[in-house]
């Protein structure tokens, strides 16, 4: 075993085997999860197992984290699936093993002190046709596999380790000088400039294959076993499935993303420790992908990419599937580190709607709340209700909206100038792939030691449509920046930026704003209104006209019938 990958198994395995998931206990449970709903939402249909268990020490398998046990898992639920369904306990022990192909009616039972590690040989793992990214493709198969199947469960307090980092790349960047270094002189090779590590040289040839990283597009089909290595898979693949439980274990070191349910339905995820490196490239926790009928609380998570993301396909690949995830329910959650706390997009070309995001926290995160996408995507994601959410030590911004990822901002972010180097503001012809957000709502939202409390960019042929922030205080260094967007309110807002202005409009129509509280700027105007600005009212707000740089809508202050909220 490669030096690196000794270190990184020791350190989950006895962290990992030690965890208590604190939100155990909650209050938050199946009876109160779908009080305050602000969307018709069907009951989750969980699933219910017969009385029937066994133990996989019964069909052969061996703990002691050598044996390799994919032959006993695989008997074990061949056995159980014939008698009608139940639960495979996995008691206490090592166990190592291939590729877990669920069947339908399994329940996967890890008992206390029970750690179950993917094996890092990638000769037992088949390619598969499957979707990666958003994107139709051929991957290498997942660790755990439910495809086509109904009324399944993975529960109990065991570990769940990928092995990722026999799969995955790393970027200098993201190491110290000594785990670099401790990297480059274990098995492995560089890319050319020696900014990017491989496991193997397969893998380096995959990566040189692709124009977009992860898919490698510049290969034929039958050419791909020539890169096997570089197609790292998801750890739990849940597709074209129905009735899903996972409650209570950790699951961690994936190879790519952690937990991956595509085109499914009646899903309930909770009091689940979700983990990766938080190097680990593409290690988000949680993506949901063109579903429907989810719960999902109680859980904490520390990742190295999107800790909870929803997405539904990309470009072409997701406009012709044409499934939104949707009736959505997210509750009492923890994020420590992820690039984004709570996500949507990129990839939403089929729309997301109908999710509710509660009571959940975000401690570092690179990003609190954001919404990603950009010109090509199409979809719509709409009806978004966003409540009681802490977010400490953000290093970007508390909420980010951008629909235009991936390209400049038309201002500077820092002094709210306009850019020298800024988008092509232009506006191209909407088509069916035009992304749009619309109908998205955030109250009591409570953001401190951020750098930016909110960025808000639309694009200037489909704005940023209908958005409510009511009821919120952010401590950063920097203020609210909307750009190309139309029907935005705010509501009882606090801004206690440290330098710049608190807010900046910029193409922005249709904005109400009441009861607006913030930090002077004692060299310029706190709030600034840029480009072709219009209506923009404050309403019962201590705003003077001298802390205002542009036109308004009329002389503060002003009173209007207040929409409801």
């Known amino acids: 075993m490669k030096i690196i990958n000794k270190l990184l198994l020791s350190i989950f395995v006895l962290s990992g085997l030690g965890v208590v998931n604190a939100q155990q206990n909650s209050s938050w449970d199946s009876a109160n999860i779908y009080k305050y709903i602000e969307f018709d939402m069907p009951r989750v249909q969980e699933p219910v197992f017969a009385d029937y268990d066994v133990n996989i020490l019964d069909f052969g398998a061996v703990g002691n984290g ?85 009324n399944i469960a993975i529960t109990g307090q065991g570990v769940i380790d990928g092995n990722g980092g026999a799969w995955r790349p790393v970027k200098k960047g993201k190491m110290t000088s000594s785990q670099w270094n401790n990297l480059v002189e274990s098995d492995g090779v560089l890319s050319e400039d020696g900014k990017l590590w491989f496991p193997t040289e397969s893998s380096k040839k995959g990566y040189n294959s692709t124009t977009n990283f992860n898919v490698p597009d510049k290969l034929l089909d039958e050419e791909l076993q020539w890169v096997k290595d570089f197609l790292r898979p998801v750890m739990v693949s849940i597709v074209n499935s129905k009735k899903i439980l996972l409650d209570g274990p950790t699951f961690q070191n994936s190879p790519a993303w952690n937990i991956h349910p595509l085109m499914s339905e009646d899903i309930t995820i909770r009091n689940l420790t979700v983990r990766n490196p938080w190097y680990s490239q593409n290690g988000d926790g949680l993506d949901l992908e063109s579903c429907k009928n989810v719960v999902i609380y109680n859980n904490t998570f520390d990742v190295g990419d999107d800790a909870i993301c929803f997405k539904s396909g990309k470009n072409e690949d997701g406009r012709e599937r044409g499934i939104p995830t949707e009736n959505v329910i997210v509750k009492n959650n923890i994020v420590y580190h992820g690039h984004g706390g ?134 950063a260094e920097k203020g609210i920046t909307i750009i190309d967007a139309n029907g935005i309110e705010l509501k009882n807002v606090k801004v206690l930026q440290k330098k710049g202005p608190s807010l900046v409009l910029y193409n922005t129509k249709n904005v109400d704003i009441n009861n607006f509280d913030y930090n002077k700027n004692e060299n310029a105007a706190s709030i600034r209104v840029l480009g072709e600005s219009a209506e923009i009212n404050f309403l019962e707000s201590n705003i003077s006209e001298e802390d205002i740089e542009g036109k308004v809508s009329a002389a503060l202050p002003q009173k209007k019938k207040q929409k409801n909220l």
Request: proline share 4%.
């Open 66 to 150: 050598l044996h390799k046990n994919t032959e006993a898992f695989k008997k074990a639920i061949i056995d159980v699936a014939k008698n009608g369904g139940g639960k495979i306990i996995v008691p206490r022990g090592m166990w190592l093993t291939g590729p877990i192909h669920f069947r339908s009616n399994i329940n996967l039972h890890l008992e206390d002190g029970a750690f179950i590690i993917f094996s890092k040989d990638f000769d037992d793992y088949k390619l598969v046709k499957t979707s990666f990214e958003g994107l139709n493709t051929v991957r290498n198969e997942s660790p755990i596999n439910a495809l086509e199947v109904e």
């Open 342 to 475: 709570f996500v949507i997009g990129s990839e939403m070309s089929g729309g997301v709607k109908n999710v509710h995001v509660s009571n959940c926290t975000f401690m570092g995160t690179d990003v609190g709340l954001r919404f990603k996408s950009t010109r090509g995507r199409g979809g719509v994601v709409e009806n978004i209700y966003i409540s009681n959410i802490d977010m400490v030590n953000i290093p970007t911004e508390a909420i980010r909206f951008n629909l235009f990822y991936g390209g400049n901002s038309p201002i500077l972010e820092g002094d709210q100038d306009v850019a020298d180097e800024a988008r092509d503001e232009s506006v191209v012809p909407v088509t069916e792939e035009t992304p749009s957000f619309r109908d998205i709502h955030m109250r009591n939202i409570t953001a401190t030691g951020s750098n930016t409390a909110a960025f808000f960019m639309g694009l200037p042929e489909m704005k940023l449509k209908n958005v409510t922030l009511q009821d919120a205080i952010f401590e």
